[in-house]
């Protein structure tokens, strides 16, 4: 880790250290260090250290979890819990759409989380909702709007995998929703990995029939055209798809002044060409 960690408190105080990470019933004198330190070998297996939802060939684990092509499999029927972790909910109730608020999210804190509280993240707890009131849902789905890397995704869905195809009750809103409406550095990979685990996702609205792509081009940040693409590809009819503002994707990037001049290039180019295969598609 770039930053070294450092005791803030005394060792006899296993509340937190100085990446804000509860260590949670350890005894007295084990500190996080050494307890990250002792389980290295242990995650090496488990969380891969490259930025990739593969499984290492070195790992001695069996092959129960990984499909004939390499890719990690997800045990989906694990059940939720309800004893919220309040040392967590500090961690991530910030809020997506305020820059000050991304710019706290401290993304190694909640992957260590993750791979020492798996637990924890198969809660559904109330964040604050853009707008009013509050929204309940699994710690991935904020995590993602708040712009985590992909090797802190992938360890959030390994903690808890049904958060990933789990809809958001009320919005009716999946976590792919959440990658696109908050675009961040990290969104190609993540949108990905979201893709390639839950492929259903691109398909499915949200209460005010939202597909993940209209949340992309509505987005409050930039999104890049290679998001866009991928999302195009994996449902190509999605271009002309009309959402309760009766809106395409092309026109809500046209009603979106941060929307980027290629990507409403290439909506354009896409919608033109899909009118033409549907119509010709009916033609014959």
């Known amino acids: 880790m770039a930053k070294a960690l450092q005791r803030t408190s005394s060792d006899t105080d296993c509340t937190r250290d100085s990446y804000n990470v509860p260590v949670r019933g350890c005894p007295k004198k084990l500190t996080l260090e ?17 930025a990739s939802s593969r499984r290492s060939s070195d790992c001695s684990d069996d092959n129960d979890n990984v ?41 190694d804190a909640v992957y260590w989380y993750a791979a020492l ?27 993602v709007a708040l712009g985590a890397s992909l090797r802190t995704v992938e360890a959030v869905v ?21 990658a696109c409406a908050f675009p961040s550095p990290f969104q190609v990979g993540v949108i990905q990995f979201l893709l390639e685990h839950y492929p259903p996702a691109v398909s499915q609205t949200n209460r005010h029939a939202f597909l993940p792509i209209h949340n992309a081009c509505s ?41 980027l001049p290629d990507v409403l290039s290439y909506l354009e180019e896409i919608e033109h060409e899909e009118r033409e295969r549907q119509q010709y598609a009916k033609a014959n």
Not at 38 to 48: A, R, T, Y
Not at 224 to 252: C, D, R
């Open 158 to 178: 390994r903690a808890f995998p049904p958060a990933l195809v789990k809809r958001q009750q009320l919005y009716r809103r999946t976590v792919l929703h959440s």
């Open 34 to 50: 050494k307890m990250i330190r002792k389980s290295v070998d242990m995650l090496s297996c488990v969380i891969p250290s490259s």
């Open 117 to 143: 509280h798996p637990r924890s993240f198969s809660v559904r707890y109330d964040f604050k909702h853009q707008g009013r009131g509050n929204i309940n849902c699994f710690p991935l789905m904020r995590i």
């Open 219 to 259: 987005a409050s940040l930039p999104i890049g055209v290679e998001a866009i693409q991928i999302l195009v590809e994996a449902y190509p009819e999605s271009v002309l798809k009309t959402n309760k503002l009766g809106e395409t994707p092309l026109q809500a990037a046209k009603r979106n002044k941060e929307m």
């Open 67 to 107: 499909d004939d092509d390499g890719m990690e499999r997800f045990n989906y029927e694990m059940g939720e819990t309800y004893e919220k972790d309040p040392d967590l909910f500090e961690l991530i109730q910030l809020l997506p759409w305020e820059p000050e608020d991304r710019a706290k999210f401290d993304d």
